[in-house]
């Protein structure tokens, strides 16, 4: 059974920094693109960023690139979100997620974990 | 980045009645060496993570009910709940994978009538 554990989230002041980790299980982790989705309360879904399976290619939204960084570790089957200069519009739960297999072709996303909130305010 | 508009905002159908949900894209996610169009839609319920329904535009994924279809190709893509369950009621999203950033649509709520 394919499981998604992120942890890591909390309250943070604006400006500051928090690094979300998901610990991946019940699949071979290194032939999945790795992905993560964020829901700011009450509101809709928006991607965030994802990762190729060797970590050699990364895909950030607009609004966090330069501030966010996808990272994964093969031997230890988990991803993770560095979030830097927080700001109070990134509150939100954050879901990791695994895309489905679809060869050299994007696919979506298939698993997703129960998400971890993020807060920043002061 | 490619926009994508579901309508309508909010649904409510009876029980065992159809219901339709629309996706329309600011571009084509069609591509064209496969034809296969990009786009998957989710399902979610409170407190839940959402869940793959279909992809590939009308793919149903493993153990969705077959009252779940999905249909539509380019720019314009339907989902349709042809017997409306109970348990059906969420909101609903379309997403499109065709290039970074993978955007969702705004999101469907459906309740009950």
């Known amino acids: 059974e394919v499981q998604l554990v992120e942890s890591g989230g909390g309250l943070v002041q604006p400006g500051g920094s928090l690094r979300l980790s998901c610990a991946a299980s019940?699949?071979?982790?290194?032939?999945?693109?790795m992905s993560w989705v964020r829901q700011a309360p009450g509101k809709g879904l928006e991607w965030v960023a994802n990762?190729?399976?060797?970590?050699?290619?990364?895909y950030y939204v607009d609004s966090v690139k330069g501030r966010f960084t996808i990272s994964r570790d093969n031997a230890k089957d988990a991803v993770y979100l560095q979030m830097d200069s927080l700001r109070a519009e990134d509150t939100a739960v954050y879901y990791c997620?695994?895309?489905?297999?679809?060869?050299?072709?994007?696919?979506?996303?298939?698993?997703w974990g129960q998400g971890t909130l993020v807060t920043a305010s002061s | 980045d490619i926009v994508l508009a579901q309508s309508p905002d909010s649904l409510a159908v009876s029980l065992g009645e159809r219901a339709t949900i629309n996706c329309k894209s600011s571009q084509s996610v069609l591509y064209s060496s496969n034809n296969k169009n990009y786009l998957a839609w989710y399902q979610q319920k409170p407190g839940q993570p959402p869940k793959l329904l279909i992809y590939?535009?009308?793919t149903r994924e493993s153990g969705v009910p077959d009252r779940f279809s999905g249909s539509g190709s380019g720019t314009d893509f339907t989902l349709t709940i042809s017997s409306l369950q109970a348990e059906d009621v969420a909101v609903y999203y379309c997403?499109?994978?065709?290039?970074?950033?993978?955007?969702f649509g705004q999101g469907t709520k459906l309740e009950i009538k």
């Open positions: 990762i190729k399976q060797d970590g050699s290619e990364k």
């Open positions: 997620a695994r895309e489905g297999y679809c060869g050299s072709s994007s696919c979506p996303v298939q698993h």
């Open positions: 997403q499109q994978y065709y290039g970074t950033p993978y955007t």
């Open positions: 590939w535009a009308s």
């Open positions: 019940g699949f071979t982790f290194s032939a999945y693109w």
